[in-house]
């Protein structure tokens, strides 16, 4: 059994990460995606702005540039870097370094909100440019391989499990705002997602593949009639009376460009306590890849080559956010995993298709603030089901761990708990005064890496799960892991078809295969034919399959005689290929054999 099919055996799984829907499916699909990171996305720029001096339109700009460089970025994930179907969007992991910068004595000293505004902007983006080129310096050189390569599923099961209960200070606190809307949000989401997903709506499975956009539109609409049936007054939480008036003084559009709050400032001050923020972040990062692979029916990334590509993409990512000014770095975003798992859709093609989506309504700039006039209840009773889905693929790569074993059990318990103790909602550093280690840059940095429960789990289990003696290899999972790091990810069928890059970028760059050079002492395998072949599955199959079909095709089997012809639907590459006509209606599409089963 593959990887896909073993996600799929359970029925849940629809559209694995090379899977391509319908175009007019995958818009939906894709912007449903990003709805359920758009409180996320809102909130970074609402808690930031005003305290730097920002305008409410300033803060709109944010708001759209923010969604923009998410869009970008998200696209050169999918495209470039891990490959995987995932979200990128601000990270919460910077906002400490953030609003270090904010409180500097050189910024608080400008009088005029406008200009303490630009120059602190201008600090942050000169902050970030620096950092986005170290984790793109790290990723690309495959550094932090040497640390990943001693990771086993019991670490993993703690990072994850720690990003969705690190936020559930954010969830059911947002709910009592509104116990109306708040219950309703979660209510539906319940209802669509195991009630009624065999429910079809003239054939069509509505509520199986849009649990979340059906219960935001539902429980939005809600909110606007008891509004207007004066249930609630202006100023109540619940209410949305105004959200027309703010649309209405909105500018029609809005086009974020680099450098438009002007030209960066580079402080030490500033980019010392941005490289703690972004360690965290990139941690974070890694226990998302996992849980997506897993989620979405990809083989388990490679450590040092896969990883460190979409570490590398990130830094770009952090880069770019550097240069539009989105006020704070980039991350993949652990709620488009919750949404994967609620939606069984975990295609490629989908995430860009919203992606590029995004990037489009971000410069129409009354969409965008329509977008944050939504109910600030209603994302937390959404985020009540995402981060407990979250929390729940975490814990399910203990399959593949032996928890007879005492020394297990205590090494996920010890770090799952301080965790949250030290880093949690609640917990020590979420409630004590000021920097306990200083003042210095240094102390910035700790603070940082402390006060995120993702890197306090990281690294309590991975120093913990390394040295501790008392259990062998099979029984930490390491054994089920071994075929994803000594993987020949330049032949076998699975990997090429999903870690593989795109077009020529797959053979021209070789697909950095050097990087898995630093964990594995030696280069992979070249490919058997000799032709470095690009997976497939993105957007550009989605839009034009014959263009993006091409010569790759015969270049990549010219050498292999024992293609397996298959009939359309079989696979998702031939489905994809199929399903313009334009292309050619008699098209016979050959594809490489399933190879290697998964565990």
């Given at each position: 059994m593959t990887y896909k099919e073993a996600a799929k055996a359970n029925g849940k799984l629809k559209y694995a990460v090379t899977d391509v829907p319908p175009i007019p499916l995958s818009i939906l699909l894709g912007?449903?995606?990003?709805?359920?990171?758009?409180?996320?996305?809102?909130?970074?720029?609402?808690?930031?702005?005003?305290?730097?001096?920002?305008?409410?339109e300033q803060t709109g700009q944010v708001i759209s540039t923010i969604f923009f460089v998410s869009g970008l970025n998200t696209l050169i994930q999918t495209s470039v870097g891990d490959r995987l179907p995932i979200v990128q969007g601000g990270s919460f992991s910077y906002l400490p370094a953030v609003f270090g910068i904010i409180a500097n004595p050189e910024l608080q000293s400008i009088t005029d909100d406008n200009?303490?505004?630009?120059?602190?902007?201008?600090?942050?983006?000169?902050?970030?440019?620096?950092?986005?080129?170290?984790?793109?310096?790290?990723?690309?050189?495959g550094v932090f391989s040497s640390v990943l390569r001693f990771i086993s599923p019991i670490t993993v099961t703690c990072v994850i499990v720690a990003i969705g209960l690190g936020l559930y200070g954010i969830a059911f606190n947002g709910v009592s705002q509104c116990w109306t809307l708040g219950l309703t949000m979660m209510g539906l989401t319940v209802l669509f997602c195991l009630y009624l997903p065999k429910v079809k709506i003239c054939g069509f499975p509505l509520f199986d593949l849009f649990p979340i956009l059906l219960s935001i539109i539902l429980t939005w609409s809600l909110a606007g009639i008891l509004t207007a049936a004066g249930v609630w007054g202006e100023d109540d939480l619940c209410s949305t009376a105004s959200t027309m008036e703010?649309?209405?003084?909105?500018?029609?559009f809005f086009f974020p460009y680099p450098f438009q709050f002007g030209k960066p400032v580079f402080r030490g001050y500033a980019i010392v306590p941005m490289i703690g923020s972004m360690l965290a972040a990139?941690?974070?990062?890694?226990?998302?890849?996992?849980?997506?692979?897993?989620?979405?029916?990809?083989?388990?990334?490679?450590?040092?080559?896969?990883?460190?590509?979409?570490?590398a993409a990130e830094g770009i990512g952090v880069l770019f956010s550097g240069l539009w000014g989105t006020g704070s770095g980039t991350t993949s975003y652990s709620e488009n995993i919750g949404a994967i798992g609620i939606t069984g859709v975990g295609s490629r093609a989908v995430v860009q298709c919203g992606a590029l989506t995004m990037m489009i309504v971000s410069i129409i700039a009354k969409f965008g603030v329509l977008l944050a006039t939504i109910p600030q209840p209603l994302v937390s009773g959404l985020y009540c089901v995402v981060f407990g889905v979250i929390v729940a693929v975490g814990l399910s790569n203990l399959q593949l761990v032996n928890l007879n074993n005492q020394r297990n059990l205590f090494v996920l318990g010890f770090a799952i708990f301080n965790s949250m103790s030290i880093a949690g909602p609640g917990g020590y550093f979420a409630t004590v005064e000021g920097n306990p280690f200083g003042t210095s840059n240094g102390a910035a940095i700790a603070l940082s890496i402390f006060s995120s429960p993702m890197i306090v789990a990281f690294i309590i289990s991975l120093t913990l799960d390394a040295t501790a003696g008392g259990a062998t290899p099979e029984e930490r999972g390491l054994s089920a892991w071994e075929g994803a790091n000594k993987a020949d990810v330049n032949n076998d069928p699975e990997y090429?078809?999903?870690?593989?890059?795109?077009?020529?970028?797959?053979?021209?760059?070789?697909?950095?295969?050097?990087?898995?050079?630093?964990?594995?002492?030696?280069?992979?395998?070249?490919?058997?034919?000799?032709?470095?072949?690009p997976s497939r599955g993105d957007l550009g199959d989605l839009c034009c399959p014959c263009l993006f079909r091409g010569d790759l095709d015969e270049e990549g089997n010219e050498n292999n005689e024992e293609s397996e012809k298959v009939e359309p639907g079989d696979s998702p590459i031939g489905n994809a290929m199929i399903r313009s006509t334009a292309c050619n209606d008699d098209l016979d599409v050959e594809v490489a054999s399933d190879g290697e089963k998964a565990d």
């Open positions: 912007v449903q995606h990003y709805l359920t990171m758009l409180g996320a996305t809102i909130l970074i720029p609402a808690l930031i702005c005003p305290a730097m001096g920002a305008t409410t200009e303490r505004f630009l120059a602190t902007m201008r600090v942050i983006q000169g902050a970030l440019i620096a950092v986005g080129l170290i984790q793109m310096t790290i990723g690309y050189t703010i649309v209405q003084s909105a500018d029609w990139s941690i974070e990062s890694v226990g998302d890849y996992y849980s997506c692979a897993k989620i979405s029916g990809a083989p388990p990334p490679t450590t040092s080559g896969i990883i460190a590509r979409g570490l090429v078809e999903v870690y593989s890059l795109p077009l020529f970028f797959a053979k021209t760059f070789r697909n950095c295969a050097y990087l898995e050079y630093t964990s594995r002492g030696k280069m992979p395998n070249p490919p058997e034919n000799g032709v470095y072949q």
